[in-house]
C-alpha cells in the first residue's frame, strides 16, 4: 500500500471495500491494482477486463455496491468500524506488511491500536503453568505500556487477554468481527469489546474455517512490534505465526521449557534458532525497547509494490501469457524465478500474474510465491 | 604442566606427591616449580629456600617420605591408583587444564577416562522430571559411547550415575577417594567403584569441605569435551562449573525449563549467554561431534606455563618483592595486572610471587589472579 495517508470519503471506502470484497483479489493484487490505475474506482473499471485477457471466460464477479453498503451497515449496527490501510486509523505496523489487509473491522476502543504492541500467542492446549505465565507476563507487559495482542483461541490466548484486559489487550478474530470462536470465550469477547478492542479481515458474519486462521495470524504479529511465543508443539500455528513475524521483520521471542512436555518443542527450537529467550516480562521490555515501530516508510519495497509497470502492448502479453503459463505448475515458485525463468521483463510478468489471477488460473501464496490454481 | 608424558618411577611418584602435598603449593606453583627446575625432587631441595626469599620465617611444612608412602599405601589398600599429570594413563583433557591436578586418585575401572566424556551437573533438589530426563540422557549417551562424568551428588549427579552406570560413568569426588559424601549415595559409589570410576584429588581420607566443591568442579569439566547443566538456580554450583568449562575451553550446553520454576533460571540463563540448548541426546551429539578432545599441545600458553624465567639476581628481587607486595591488596588481581602496576618484567614478578605464595603471603585465585592471603 504505497497510497498516500488521509481519510477516506464514504465512495472511496465502498470501492474499497467492493474491490476487496471481489472474487480473486487479494491484499497484494489490491495493493497492485491501487497502484497502477491510482485508485479503487478505477481498479474496479478495469477488472473485466483485466480478468478477460487472463483467460476469464464468464464474468468475474465483482462485489456490488449494494453488497459492500449492506457489509457497512451491519458493522455500523454492531458498533463496529471500517478502517482502510491508508487511513491514519489503521495501525502503522500491519500498514507496514506486505499482505496488509485493505480494509478491517474494528469493535471496541480502536485509539488502543495506536499503541506499541507485543503479541502474545500460544498452544491451546497449554499446561496450567504456561496459561499461569502468559496471563501474568500479559498483566505486567500492560502495566508497562504495552498493547496485548493475541487471537482468542482457547489457551495462551484466553490467558494472555485475561492478564491484559484491564490495560488494553486487542483480539484478532480469524471470522467476521461478531462471530465468537470458540463459543466458550464469548464472555472473553464481550469484556474485549467493553475495555479493548477486536479486529476481523474477514466480512462480518463470516463463519472461521480452517484457511481463515494462518490468514489470521499474519495481522497478529503484523500488529506488534514482536510475538511472544509461550508454549507450542513443533509444526503448531504458533509457530506460523513466528514464521510470518520474522517475514515482517518483527522481533520473535519465546518461553522455554521442559523437553519432556512436547507443548515446549517449538517454543525450545526457536530459541534455538536465535529467538530471544524470555523469563519475565523485562526480557520483553528489553528485546523491544529498541526497536522502532515498522512504518511505511520502511516497507519492504519490491517487484510488487513500487514498480509501476508500463502497460505492455497487447501482442506482447498475448505471448507472455502463454510463456507465464508454461512455466506455473501446481508447485509455488517466486516471482522472481518466474521472471527469470520466463525471460520477460518483470512489468510483464505481473501484468500478466494479475491478469491470470483475477481470471482465477494463478493462485497466490506466502512469501510472494505464485502457482497454477 | 610441560612436563614429556612418560611414566614415573616409584621415586619420582613419591616426590610429585610430597611436593602436591607441602604447604602452601597449589597446581599452579607446582607445575611452575616442575618447569623452573625440571623435576619435583629438584623443586622440593628449593622450596625451603624460596620460602624463606619470600619472608617466611618459620620453616614451611614440606610433606615428608615417610607421609607420601602412607598415603600411597592407603590409596593401594583400597585398590586405588595415584595417576601424575605426565603420566600416559592420566585423562589427557584433564591435563590440557591450566590447574590440573597433579595427582589424581582413580579407584575402578581407570582405563574408562580414555573415553570421549561429557558432563552432566545440575540441582541437588532437582524436579522428578529433571531427574527423570538426566538419567534417560545419561543412559543415552552411554549408549552413544560416550563417558558420563559427574559429581556423585543428590539430584541431577545421582541421576546422571545411575542412567550411565552400565555403559561407564566417572564419578569426581570432593574429598578424599574413600569418603561417600552424601552418605546416602553409600550404595551407588559402590556400584560406581564396581562398574565404573571415582576420581579424587584430595588425599585419601579427607572429609570434603565447601572450598573444595568449586575446586572439585574443574575436574568434572576438566576431564569432559562439555558440560551440560539440567537444572540450576541462579547462583549455583553447577553455574561455577559451567564458568570453569568455558574458561578451560569446554563446550557448554544446558536444557531449558520454565521460567516459573527457580531450578530453570541458570539454565535458561546459560542459554541466553550462548550456551547450547539441549532437548535430546542428539542435541548433545551434535554440539560434541565437531570437537577433537583437548590436548597439551593446545594448552594455554602463558605467563605461569611457559616462559621459563631467568633467574633474577637478588638485590633486584628484594626490590621487586617491595613492589610486588605493595600493588597487591586483598581483592585479587591477575597477573597480567600486575606485571603492568609494578612495571618489572614479567619473569621477576612470577618469580616474587612465586616465593610469597610458598611463604604463605599471597594466595592464588581463579582465573590468573593473586592477592594477598
Same mark, same amino acid.
Given at each position: 500500500?504505497?497510497?498516500?495517508?488521509?481519510?477516506?470519503?464514504? *465512495?472511496?471506502?465502498? &470501492?474499497?471495500?467492493?474491490?476487496?470484497?471481489?472474487?480473486?483479489?487479494?491484499?497484494?493484487?489490491?495493493?497492485?491494482?491501487? &497502484?497502477?490505475?491510482?485508485?479503487?474506482?478505477?481498479?474496479?473499471?478495469?477488472?473485466? /477486463?483485466?480478468?478477460?485477457?487472463? #483467460?476469464? @471466460?464468464?464474468?468475474?464477479?465483482?462485489?456490488?455496491?449494494?453488497?459492500?453498503?449492506?457489509?457497512?451497515?451491519?458493522? =455500523?449496527?454492531?458498533?463496529?468500524?471500517?478502517?482502510?490501510?491508508?487511513?491514519? &486509523?489503521?495501525? /502503522?505496523?500491519?500498514?507496514?506488511?506486505?499482505?496488509?489487509?485493505?480494509?478491517?473491522?474494528?469493535?471496541?476502543?480502536?485509539?488502543?491500536?495506536?499503541?506499541?504492541?507485543?503479541?502474545?500467542?500460544?498452544?491451546?492446549?497449554?499446561?496450567?503453568?504456561?496459561?499461569?505465565?502468559?496471563?501474568?507476563?500479559?498483566?505486567?507487559?500492560?502495566?508497562?505500556?504495552?498493547?496485548?495482542?493475541?487471537?482468542?483461541?482457547?489457551?495462551?490466548?484466553?490467558?494472555?487477554?485475561?492478564?491484559?484486559?484491564?490495560?488494553?489487550?486487542?483480539?484478532?478474530?480469524?471470522? #467476521?468481527?461478531?462471530?465468537?470462536?470458540?463459543?466458550?470465550?464469548?464472555?472473553?469477547?464481550?469484556?474485549? @469489546?467493553?475495555?479493548?478492542?477486536?479486529?476481523?479481515?474477514?466480512?462480518? #458474519?463470516?463463519?472461521?474455517?480452517?484457511?481463515?486462521?494462518?490468514? =489470521?495470524?499474519?495481522?497478529?504479529?503484523?500488529?506488534?512490534?514482536?510475538?511472544?511465543? @509461550?508454549?507450542?508443539?513443533?509444526?503448531?500455528?504458533?509457530?506460523?505465526?513466528?514464521?510470518?513475524?520474522?517475514?515482517?521483520?518483527?522481533?520473535?521471542?519465546?518461553?522455554?521449557?521442559?523437553?519432556?512436555?512436547?507443548?515446549?518443542?517449538?517454543?525450545?527450537?526457536?530459541?534455538?534458532?536465535?529467538? *530471544?529467550?524470555?523469563?519475565?516480562?523485562?526480557?520483553?521490555?528489553?528485546?523491544?525497547?529498541?526497536?522502532?515501530?515498522?512504518?511505511?516508510?520502511?516497507?519492504?519495497?519490491?517487484?510488487?509494490?513500487?514498480?509501476?509497470?508500463?502497460?505492455?502492448?497487447?501482442?506482447?502479453?498475448?505471448?507472455?501469457?502463454?510463456?507465464?503459463?508454461?512455466?506455473?505448475?501446481?508447485?509455488?515458485?517466486?516471482?522472481? /524465478?518466474? @521472471?527469470?525463468?520466463?525471460?520477460?521483463?518483470?512489468?510483464?510478468?505481473?501484468?500478466?500474474?494479475?491478469?491470470?489471477?483475477?481470471?482465477?488460473?494463478?493462485?497466490?501464496?506466502?512469501?510472494?510465491?505464485?502457482?497454477?490454481?
Amino acid at each position: 500500500m504505497t497510497q498516500p495517508r488521509r481519510i477516506l470519503s464514504d *465512495a472511496e471506502r465502498l &470501492d474499497w471495500l467492493r474491490l476487496i470484497r471481489t472474487e480473486n483479489v487479494g491484499p497484494i493484487t489490491f495493493h497492485r491494482l491501487l &497502484d497502477q490505475y491510482g485508485g479503487a474506482r478505477e481498479a474496479l473499471d478495469m477488472l473485466p /477486463e483485466l480478468a478477460r485477457r487472463g #483467460g476469464r @471466460v464468464k464474468p468475474l464477479r465483482v462485489a456490488s455496491k449494494a453488497e459492500a453498503e449492506r457489509e457497512l451497515a451491519a458493522n =455500523r449496527r454492531l458498533g463496529a468500524r471500517l478502517l482502510c490501510a491508508c487511513e491514519p &486509523d489503521y495501525p /502503522e505496523p500491519l500498514a507496514a506488511v506486505d499482505d496488509a489487509p485493505p480494509v478491517v473491522s474494528v469493535l471496541g476502543h480502536a485509539h488502543l491500536l495506536q499503541k506499541r504492541a507485543v503479541a502474545i500467542v500460544g498452544a491451546r492446549n497449554a499446561s496450567l503453568n504456561g496459561k499461569k505465565f502468559a496471563e501474568s507476563l500479559a498483566r505486567d507487559l500492560g502495566a508497562a505500556g504495552l498493547l496485548v495482542v493475541s487471537g482468542l483461541a482457547r489457551g495462551i490466548d484466553t490467558a494472555a487477554h485475561r492478564g491484559s484486559l484491564a490495560s488494553g489487550t486487542a483480539a484478532v478474530v480469524a471470522g #467476521g468481527i461478531d462471530v465468537v470462536y470458540p463459543p466458550e470465550n464469548e464472555d472473553l469477547y464481550r469484556d474485549i @469489546v467493553a475495555q479493548g478492542v477486536v479486529v476481523a479481515e474477514s466480512p462480518i #458474519g463470516t463463519q472461521p474455517q480452517a484457511r481463515h486462521f494462518p490468514r =489470521r495470524n499474519r495481522l497478529i504479529s503484523g500488529l506488534s512490534l514482536g510475538i511472544l511465543v @509461550v508454549e507450542a508443539a513443533l509444526r503448531s500455528g504458533s509457530l506460523i505465526t513466528a514464521r510470518m513475524a520474522l517475514e515482517q521483520g518483527r522481533e520473535v521471542m519465546a518461553v522455554p521449557g521442559s523437553p519432556l512436555d512436547p507443548r515446549c518443542h517449538g517454543t525450545n527450537n526457536l530459541i534455538r534458532q536465535g529467538a *530471544a529467550l524470555v523469563e519475565s516480562a523485562d526480557d520483553v521490555l528489553r528485546a523491544l525497547e529498541s526497536l522502532r515501530p515498522p512504518s511505511l516508510a520502511e516497507r519492504r519495497r519490491d517487484l510488487f509494490e513500487t514498480r509501476k509497470p508500463a502497460e505492455p502492448d497487447e501482442s506482447d502479453l498475448a505471448r507472455a501469457r502463454a510463456v507465464v503459463l508454461e512455466n506455473l505448475g501446481p508447485s509455488p515458485v517466486t516471482i522472481d /524465478e518466474l @521472471v527469470r525463468g520466463c525471460q520477460l521483463s518483470a512489468p510483464v510478468v505481473l501484468t500478466v500474474v494479475l491478469e491470470l489471477e483475477l481470471a482465477g488460473r494463478v493462485q497466490r501464496h506466502p512469501g510472494h510465491q505464485v502457482s497454477l490454481a
